[in-house]
């Protein structure tokens, strides 16, 4: 796994969405990236400051039973 090729594996990683939350069942487990084609982010907060304000809106949890 040393080229840049994509595509071959199963779990496809959208290289303009890079994300670690590797709990959600979107993330590219073993790559730091989404594997939607698409999310969408949101706030939680009025007046949003810093980076912790904002959610990830597409987060699905990883279900695992
Ligand atoms: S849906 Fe959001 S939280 Fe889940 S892997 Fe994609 S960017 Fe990360």
Redesign the pocket.
């Given at each position: 796994m040393k080229d840049s090729s994509c595509c071959s594996t199963s779990t496809h990683a959208n290289k303009c969405?890079e994300?670690?939350?590797t709990q959600?069942?979107?993330?590219?487990q073993g790559q730091n990236?989404?594997?939607?084609d698409k999310?969408q982010?949101g706030t939680h907060e009025k007046n949003p400051t810093v980076p912790s304000c904002t959610d990830?809106?597409?987060?699905?949890p990883k279900q695992t039973t």
């Amino acid at each position: 796994m040393k080229d840049s090729s994509c595509c071959s594996t199963s779990t496809h990683a959208n290289k303009c969405i890079e994300c670690t939350v590797t709990q959600c069942k979107h993330h590219a487990q073993g790559q730091n990236y989404c594997s939607l084609d698409k999310i969408q982010v949101g706030t939680h907060e009025k007046n949003p400051t810093v980076p912790s304000c904002t959610d990830c809106n597409s987060f699905a949890p990883k279900q695992t039973t």
